[in-house]
């Protein structure tokens, strides 16, 4: 008897080691698609901005890499103050009061925005280097790639694990096409030492617009608020692991596909092609390079989707309604289908998307320079927020470990902003948050305000 409630108290603990391992793959690997799917349009920005200079690459995309890492070991500490999720909005509601957390709330809203947009753009770009015959239809085949996107929303919302699926499906792929180019001979040669000078002020003028792949750090602390069936403890540390995860996997491959270009001497591409088409065509087999780019597609409309469904969420969990302890947004945008889906903020974001997409023609290195903005004044209150906190509680390694991120990524911010397509982003952020905070104003300044972005996530 004793032999047989033993083994059944084994099976137990094993099916929940394996029901919590496969929750935790398909949370990390599907808030972690944005990040991802930034790998293939940053690497090639970061070149873009280096003047084509090759061999500057790798150096740049360390950096890159660094401050991500910087801003992750950051959040680590956020999430263990926040587990029930909201993230920086949540954070600098509490650390500066509830009319600052419009602030971050208004950068990601314009953060969604952009992400739909360059995620479609680039989803075409990918698109037309596969078959170079429809590069003049690009603007119309990113339009049409919206369109699908946002049509699919009003059915309810894809799941996550399908995002997970499909960032799990590109990795592997990524990983088969650096592997596939050890093999390759070497086609670069050594960079002449009179390259070389002022080497060290390049990378750092040039590596903030490659900061997109940081995007996605924001998701973990905020989703989060999706898993009620967990208590804090498991929230927390389902957020952490999702955060270094999304790191090693994110920085592994950014480092490692800038190296394998740097190896093939796969510099800038043309009109019709990418910096990673051209990578994947030189370094594998056609096979393997039609494989990438469906993966990568995919992978981008996933990013676009995931967007579609937090950016409308965040208008609902702000809109007035008999449900609603501060709704401050007009009771339409609160309103969902049949499948609970909010589409009068579906077609906001969609229109929203549909005219930067075509403002920049389509092309994903436009909008680019664009993105790294938003959701660096994001991150920058949440450092801030977490420095003040650290400061309260006597935890000087953490005060310290947040200023120094709060230092780079406001470096980031004014590098961008020297850029005068990142003040678009910037004046887009800082008008939708002041909408958002005088409306809050003219609603009596309700409590709570501040807890909109983890009632968002929560409502999934």
């Known amino acids: 008897m004793i032999d047989t409630a033993t083994q059944g108290t084994a099976r137990l603990g094993t099916r929940w080691w394996q029901g919590r391992t496969t929750l935790l793959i398909a949370f990390a690997f599907s808030v972690m698609a944005d990040p991802v799917s930034s790998v293939a349009y940053a690497i090639e920005a970061a070149l873009h901005a280096l003047d084509g200079r090759l061999h ?29 999720g909201g993230g920086s909005a949540a954070a600098t509601g509490s650390a500066f009061g509830e009319g600052l957390s419009f602030v971050p709330m208004g950068a990601l809203v314009v953060d969604f925005v ?28 990113a339009l049409g790639l919206l369109c699908v996107v946002a049509f699919l929303m009003r059915f309810g919302h894809l799941g996550r694990a399908v995002f997970a699926l ?31 000078h002022g080497a060290p002020l390049t990378v750092m003028l040039a590596f903030p617009v490659a900061m997109a792949l940081a995007t996605g750090v924001e998701a973990p602390s905020s989703a989060i608020a999706q898993l009620a069936q967990l208590d804090d403890a498991g929230r927390r540390s389902f957020g952490r692991w999702a955060l270094w995860l999304t790191l090693g996997i994110v920085g ?26 051209d990578l994947a065509r030189a370094g594998s087999s056609h096979g393997v390079f039609t494989a990438f780019q469906a993966a990568t597609a995919l992978l981008l409309l996933s990013a676009a989707s995931s967007s579609f469904q937090a950016g409308p969420g965040l208008l609902k969990a702000l ?57 660096f004044v994001s991150f920058l209150m949440g450092l801030l927020a977490m420095a003040k906190f650290a400061w309260h509680d006597r935890e000087p390694f953490w005060v310290a470990l ?48 501040s807890r909109a972005v983890a009632e968002a996530e929560s409502d999934e």
Do not use: C
């Open 114 to 141: 952009l992400t739909i947009s360059i995620s479609v753009a680039a989803g075409a770009s990918a698109i037309v280097s596969y078959v170079p015959a429809l590069a003049p239809y690009r603007l119309l085949l």
């Open 252 to 277: 592994t491959l950014t480092i490692g596909l800038a190296m394998a270009a740097v190896h093939l001497g796969v510099g800038l591409p043309g009109d019709d092609s990418t910096m990673m088409a």
């Open 166 to 196: 499909l960032t799990i499906v590109f990795v592997v792929i990524a990983v088969v096409v650096l592997v596939s180019t050890l093999d390759e001979p070497a086609g670069v040669a050594p960079a002449e030492p009179g390259l070389l």
């Open 319 to 375: 809109a007035r309604g008999d449900n609603s302890r501060h709704g401050v947004l007009p009771e339409w945008l609160g309103r969902t289908n049949a499948h609970h889906v909010p589409m009068a903020g579906v077609f906001v974001f969609f229109g929203a998307s549909a005219l930067v997409v075509t403002a920049a023609g389509a092309a994903e290195q436009r909008l680019v320079l664009f993105y790294a903005v938003a959701v």
């Open 56 to 84: 500057l690459l790798v150096p740049a995309m360390v950096v890159v890499v660094f401050i991500v890492a910087l801003v992750v070991a950051s959040y680590h500490h956020l999430v263990a103050r926040f587990p029930e």
């Open 402 to 449: 947040n200023l120094v991120a709060a230092l780079a990524v406001a470096f980031t911010l004014v590098a961008n902003s020297l850029r005068p397509a990142a003040l678009g982003s910037l004046g887009a952020t800082l008008l939708v948050g002041g909408g958002l905070y005088l409306a809050w104003v003219r609603a009596g300044k309700p409590r709570g305000a």
